[in-house]
Structures are given as C-alpha cells and as structure tokens.
C-alpha cells in the first residue's frame, strides 16, 4: 500500500487532504509540524511527502532542504501546498527539490489527489 505523509499545520485542511487521498487507497500519516515530520520520517518510508510551506516550528523550506538532505528520504517525491502566489516562491522551492507545488486556494482536493497519483506513478 502507498504511504503518504500529510504535513500541515491546520487541522482542517489535514482532514480535508486525509479524506480525499484515503478515498483513493492511499494510507496516509500526518504531522503538524516539520519537527514532528522528520521524526516520522526517520521511522517510516514514505512513497510521498505532501507538505504546507508556512508551518510554526520548522517552516516548509526548512522541511524540505532536511528531506532532500537525508539519504533516506532525499529520493521521495514532494508535493509543497501553500497560499503563497508568488512565482519566486514556486521557483525556490523547486530549486529546493520539490516535485510539485500547488496553491491551496486555487485547487480542489482532487487536484492534490491527481498530482499525487502523477507522481507515484513516475516513481
């Protein structure tokens, strides 16, 4: 079964990406909080990482480079989700490594659902 990790630090929205990806087989874990996902990540292989940019604690950037750094998790793919609209944001985190990234109010859960099953099965 794939294995998805969900990191976001609002509630809803982990419910809302949890439901919708749960639909689709996927067994899904989530953290709220870059911390407490690199310490799952240390625990479990994930076939994909789905991760808000702006979090408390331990931003998605920082996220991010820490995935991409590590040699267990530096080949999973990432999805970075984010209100932020800017084209230099998009750009630094693909330069960082993700995969893809999507902007939360301009896509339905569906979509996430979508990339995430584009990018497992480039995997």
Do not use: C, W
């Not at 294995?3 to 899904?28: E, H, N, W």
């Not at 991760?51 to 820490?66: K, N, Q, R, Y």
């Not at 989700?81 to 800017?86: E, F, H, P, S, V």
């Amino acid at each position: 079964m794939v294995k998805i990790l969900l990191v976001d630090d609002d509630p809803l929205i982990i419910r809302m990406y949890q439901t919708a990806l749960s639909y689709q087989g996927f067994d899904i874990e989530s953290a709220e909080n870059g911390i407490k996902a690199l310490e799952k990540i240390k625990k479990t292989d994930y076939d994909l990482i789905i991760f808000d940019v702006m979090m408390p604690e331990m931003s998605g950037l920082d996220l991010l480079t820490a995935i991409k750094a590590d040699p267990k998790s530096k080949n999973v793919p990432t999805i970075a989700l984010t209100n932020l609209a800017g084209t230099l944001d998009a750009e630094e985190i693909i330069k960082l490594g993700a995969n893809k990234y999507i902007i939360k109010s301009e896509h339905k859960p569906k979509d996430i659902v979508d990339a995430a099953n584009e990018l497992l099965q480039k995997k």
